[in-house]
């Protein structure tokens, strides 16, 4: 049997600065993660580079980048520990970094030196505080005696363990190759908890397949535009590229867009964001006796011109030939192209899980849930953040949050 004050569940970004942040507060500590690779959504993210956070993240309004059934929830944690908080933590440990766009700072090379980053904060105790890290290590059960001493007791694939309290870090449902499980969310319903239903997000979008057959040989093709979806308030737009795939729509802007669309329905696009189409076409048919193909070049890779005007012969013709209605409905068609997905690429192939534990059951300062001593922190709770490292802040912050409070309870029993 091994007595502890802590037990974190889940060895990714959450569990891992949870369980440092707690050691150097002078607790004990352990860690345990059925997986047999630490943090592996961390070193496949960002290109193997980890986009860790985003410095543009506003703490004092969540709303603007993250979504659940309250975002607001997130404020507290995300105002205390910040995304420049965690930057001064590379600078600390030598890491070097650089900004992409948009606020996105990604490691200049490797997302191993993150998870390494981690891994010495969790080697750096004070005060008698440690982490021990059992993997892999698989929860077997989970049962709750009392709110104090050792009011835990979990059965694992190496022993019974006691702890004070436990944390939850499970992640979501994405990924499932890479271990993710739903243990997190049925934790939680165990100890009488609310689960909004998880969805996958950051996800690709795909089409049925004969709605699409015309666009499937478009796959790999990437260009910058509009997409939206939804009505009035409730509209996001997002300025991303865009990129085709053999079953439907991907790249950074499909991805941004997948956290809000709802099955069913349509998404809008415009695919010449920059461009008054309408206007360009009317003053080209003045200049140019170029097939209208070829004239869309101008604007738009050449495979995606002739894709289009494929659909319709009044486009099939000349510049100076293509009457200025036709003109006018292809740049409407451009602008304002509206379709429905069939569906996305699912759990295999989103970078995160949406919904999860119920913000009403959460402490916003502490990350406690309404059961004593049981904590969760991470994707496992309703915060979904946008793409571009913002959910990687949300570890981080519910981390910290989370242990801070952890250290002042534990003093107290």
């Not at 993250?66 to 965690?86: H, I, V």
């Not at 090379?109 to 750096?124: K, T, W």
């Not at 709605?211 to 910058?224: E, I, M, N, V």
Request: charged fraction near 15%.
């Amino acid at each position: 049997m091994t007595q502890t004050d802590v037990l974190i569940i889940g060895a990714g970004a959450a569990g891992l600065f949870c369980a440092g942040v707690a050691a150097q507060q002078g607790l004990q500590v352990l860690l345990l993660d059925h997986s047999t690779k630490v943090a592996e959504k961390i070193r496949i993210s960002g290109g193997g580079r980890a986009n860790f956070t985003n410095k543009d993240i506003d703490p004092r309004a969540p709303h603007k980048h993250f979504l659940g059934e309250n975002p607001q929830f997130a404020r507290s944690a995300l105002s205390r520990y910040t995304a420049a908080d965690f930057t001064a933590l590379m600078h600390k440990h030598g890491i070097a970094f650089h900004e992409k766009h948009k606020g996105q700072l990604f490691c200049d090379r490797s997302a191993q030196d993150l998870i390494d980053m981690l891994l010495r904060e969790c080697e750096a105790g004070a005060m008698g505080g440690k982490v021990t890290r059992w993997q892999p290590c698989s929860l077997q059960s989970l049962q709750f005696s009392d709110a104090t001493a050792h009011g835990y007791t979990a059965q694992t694939s190496q022993g019974e363990v006691h702890a004070k309290a436990v944390v939850v870090a499970t992640g979501g449902l994405s990924i499932p190759k890479i271990g993710a499980t739903d243990l997190g969310f049925r934790l939680a319903q165990q100890f009488g908890l609310n689960v909004v239903t998880p969805r996958p997000a950051l996800v690709p979008l795909t089409f049925n397949a004969a709605d699409w057959q015309p666009f499937a040989a478009l796959a790999g093709l990437s260009l910058p535009v509009d997409i939206s979806t939804g009505s009035g308030k409730h509209r996001p737009v997002f300025e991303e590229d865009l990129l085709f795939t053999h079953r439907g729509l991907s790249g950074p802007a499909v991805l941004q867009i997948s956290s809000y669309w709802q099955p069913g329905t349509p998404i809008q696009l415009n695919l010449l964001p920059q461009t008054d189409l309408d206007e360009a076409l009317l003053a080209a048919k003045q200049q140019s006796k170029k097939q209208l193909a070829n004239a869309l070049t101008a604007w738009l890779p050449q495979r995606l011109a002739d894709t289009w005007v494929a659909q319709n012969s009044a486009w099939q013709r000349a510049l100076p030939d293509t009457p200025d209605k036709a003109l006018h409905q292809l740049a409407q068609a451009l602008s304002q192209w509206t379709l429905t997905p069939a569906g996305t690429e699912g759990y295999a192939k989103a970078e995160v899980t949406a919904g999860g534990v119920d913000t009403k059951a959460l402490s916003q300062q502490s990350l406690e849930s309404r059961q004593p001593g049981l904590y969760f922190i991470g994707e496992v709770v309703d915060i979904t953040g946008w793409l571009g490292g913002y959910n990687f802040q949300w570890a981080w912050s519910s981390a910290h949050a989370c242990a801070s409070a952890l250290a002042q309870r534990l003093k107290t029993l």
